[in-house]
């Protein structure tokens, strides 16, 4: 159905993310079962240990997302395999119904969510708790790290809209190059050409 490059490119490292996933929660379960009591579990030290790794796997999957979209949405539209093997995972009442776009963003959504975790974690946290205090590092990290996935993201969905634009483009010099350093993609519109000659309208950009 796929080939290397485009299972490479429509999952990305999801694998990675996986297997992270569940470390942590590997590393969260001890923790909680050593405690004299689950209330009393250290739990800061553990993201803290996992913050590079957390900041790694999810930035280079949130990176290639809006490319995993596009290829999806162009496989969706020519790829018959692709669309027959997609019905055939939707009778699996396993996935509830639920189409591969919507496990495809669960990685970026997945991220969003640590800020709000470790924010729940500090807050039913006692301050004199030695805890508390490695959880407001560890806030204040992963809402960091929250910024900087949000900010490659936009910048790389800018870059692939403007190559997509540069692609799409006819009768262009061979070296024209929209994609250059410092330019920005202020707006984009759709609209029709008419030809004469065709007698039917010719979409651009």
Do not use: M
């Amino acid at each position: 159905i796929l080939n290397d490059r485009e299972t490479e490119t429509l999952f990305a490292n999801i694998e990675e993310i996986k297997t992270f996933s569940e470390s942590l929660l590997d590393a969260l379960q001890d923790a909680i079962n050593k405690a004299d009591n689950p209330i009393n579990a250290v739990l800061g030290p553990i993201f803290q240990l996992q913050l590079d790794r957390l900041d790694s796997v999810y930035t280079v999957y949130s990176l290639g997302h809006s490319g995993s979209l596009s290829l999806y949405d162009k496989l969706k539209k020519k790829s018959k395999s692709f669309c027959s093997f997609l019905e055939q995972c939707s009778s699996d009442p396993e996935i509830k119904g639920l189409d591969l776009l919507a496990f495809l963003i669960k990685p970026v959504q997945r991220v969003c969510k640590y800020p709000l975790l470790v924010k729940q974690l500090k807050k039913y946290t006692p301050r004199s708790d030695g805890d508390y205090l490695e959880l407001k590092k560890v806030f204040g990290s992963v809402s960091e790290l929250l910024t900087r996935v949000n900010t490659a993201v936009k910048e790389a969905d800018h870059l692939h809209n403007i190559i997509r634009i540069e692609g799409s483009l006819q009768n262009c010099p061979e070296n024209l190059r929209l994609l250059s350093p410092g330019r920005r993609l202020i707006r984009e519109a759709k609209w029709n050409k008419v030809t004469l000659r065709a007698r039917h309208d010719q979409e651009r950009y």
